[in-house]
């Protein structure tokens, strides 16, 4: 019998801290053992081993590393600092604004007290007369 003690560590990212060990003599003798080939047990043991193999590159691609999230995280932080300069440039031309409507209000508010001061004294000396 070859010896085919070759092991698949898969390790993924530190999020998850797990290793899967995989031992492909073990495999082969179990399936011998439970009737199988010699050869067709060990190729089966083989095969998966090099899919393991193939899944570990697949499975450490799909988590992010930590400078991918640093990357990620640094254009987050400059996003919302822009929005907060935009925020702010917003909230001096609405006080600017707001001051100038208020200004306009008032004008008018006065333009038309007089209007009626005039208006009432023009009917109240129509009505003197």
């Known amino acids: ?17 797990a290793a899967i060990a995989f031992d492909t003599l073990k495999m082969a003798e179990r399936l011998e053992s439970a ?12 095969v998966l081993a090099e899919v393991i193999t193939a899944e570990d590159a ?6 992010s590393s930590k400078q991918d999230v640093a990357v990620e995280l640094a254009a987050i932080k400059a996003g919302i600092e822009k929005l907060d300069s935009k925020i702010s440039q917003s909230a001096a031309e ?34 003197v007369k």
């Open 58 to 63: 697949s499975i450490v691609d799909r988590f």
């Open 35 to 46: 009737g199988m080939p010699a050869a067709q047990a060990k190729m089966q043991a083989t």
């Open 94 to 127: 609405f006080k600017a604004l707001n001051s100038d409507t208020k200004a306009e209000l008032i004008r008018w508010v006065v333009s038309v007290g007089i209007l009626q001061m005039a208006l009432v004294a023009g009917l109240v000396l129509k009505l």
């Open 1 to 17: 019998m070859i010896c085919m003690e070759a092991q698949v560590r898969i390790t993924l990212p530190e999020i998850l801290m």
